[in-house]
């Protein structure tokens, strides 16, 4: 899943090294936390947050395929 969102984010924003992708695991299941440069935030996010929930229904749906449950979290540097 991480490696799904990281290439979902390098491909929308300007400076794609400066993209971070992180995971960890709760008891509620896998957050993912996606930061970007505070320049790329609106591109990421989208208007009124379409793309952003793009890309957690994406990671969703591959998520149910292997029975898991994912938050993904979007944070600027």
Same mark, same amino acid.
């Given at each position: 899943? #991480?490696?799904?969102?990281?290439?979902?984010?390098?491909?929308?924003?300007?400076?794609p090294d400066k993209v971070q992708v992180t995971e960890t695991l709760d008891d509620k299941g896998s957050v993912i936390e996606l930061k970007v440069a505070a320049d790329d935030m609106g591109k990421?996010? $989208?208007k009124? $947050?379409?793309i952003a929930k793009s890309i957690r229904s994406v990671v #969703?749906?591959?998520?149910? #395929?292997?029975?898991?449950k994912v938050l993904v979290e979007i944070v600027s540097e």
């Open positions: 899943m #991480k490696d799904l969102v990281e290439i979902l984010a390098k491909a929308l924003v300007d400076s990421v996010i $989208g009124q $947050g379409r #969703k749906a591959a998520a149910f #395929k292997e029975n898991k």
